[in-house]
């Protein structure tokens, strides 16, 4: 039979590990400093010895104890081992004092004085509780749609109004298999056309400006040919030329722009712009101020 001494009443209120001088413990060693501990009747007592409780599985600074001889139980404390590293976990019957997701000490519930003992040694053996994992809180809702059309819409609108051909290619290349009723038919035939608009267009550059390639034209037989060049194929050279007099405005166009944020190797922090009608030019100077 485990005597009584072996088992002390788990304590939330102690500040520290006390001991009787009869409680299994190791290190005992008598102190001339010795603590006052207050006792509910207001009563103090004064501790003669520290030790380290005999379990040796639990961190070291959660064994530091006190010795108190005139304590009738032994009172350890729940909250220093909590303090280093320990879990307590009380339920209707036991107690559990659990490292590392490591049971290191399990306990009991006294029937005749309702709390809850654990033993001060070590004689049972070390079991791994399992952490269990609580499924993620989420709010879903739910979309009834009537029609095949409206289906293929709101499933469009999920994907993000993707481009119909990009859409329709993932579909056949089984990426969303598991979408009900979400096939490249569905799409060809529901999928209603987007309505064709300016945005986007209207930034765009003309094609051919800086062309590379020789433009010839065809020639038109219904009309007749009033330009100088009476061969049609413009690759033979000739000596032929075409001139023309403009009228020189000298107008230009100033912009100097604002403070860049960084200033250049050579101390340059602003940039002069200017525009010349007559030769159609752009020029550009840096400034430093």
Sequence with gaps: MTSTNHYAIADTGCTGHFLHIDNPCTARIPINNR??????????????HTCQIDIPFLPPQARQAHIFPQLTRALPSIGQLCDHGCTAIFDHNNVKILHNNIVLLHGFRDSGTNLWKIPLTQDHTLQTVP????????????????????????????????VPSTWIQAIQNGNFAIWPGLTADAVHKHLPKSTATVKGDLNQQQKNVRSTQLQVSEPNPTKKNKSPIIDSDLNIKTHQIFAATIEVTGQISTDLTGRFPVTSSRGNKYLLVLYNYDSNSILTAAMKN
């Design 131 to 162: 952490i269990s994992t609580a499924a993620p809180t989420q709010a879903n809702s739910a979309y009834h749609t009537s029609t095949q059309p409206k289906l293929v819409q709101f499933m469009h609108a999920v994907c993000g109004y993707h």
């Design 35 to 48: 603590i006052f501990v207050q006792l509910p009747n207001k009563t103090k007592i004064q501790a003669t």
